[in-house]
């Protein structure tokens, strides 16, 4: 095995091991969204930016280790940012619509 096939695998595992995060971020998000209608949890939402604060720390980490490119990296923070300010208008709709 040479090392480029070596670096080649890191690649692969880092984006896998970052993609598996993302996808449990992401099952939380969608927790949230089906359960809108029923209950409001403020700590949900703490736990829910924590979450991607830490994801956006680990892809920033692979990014400067050079396991995975900017791009990509920037790209699988976009999609769960995008996620969450979606679950955050609804909550907000809701709100509002309650008041």
Known sequence: M????L??????????LLQGDADKIE???EIQ??????????????????QVYG???EVDF?????????PVGKQLISNLERNLSVLYEAMNNKT???E
């Open 62 to 70: 692979a990014i400067r280790a050079g396991l995975v490119s900017e």
């Open 55 to 57: 994801f956006s720390k």
């Open 27 to 29: 099952k939380l998000i």
């Open 96 to 98: 509002q619509s309650a």
């Open 2 to 5: 040479t090392s480029s096939d």
């Open 33 to 50: 969204m089906e359960n809108l209608d029923t209950r409001y949890c403020p700590l949900y939402e703490e736990v829910l930016d924590t």
């Open 7 to 16: 670096q080649e695998q890191l690649n692969i595992k880092a984006l896998n």
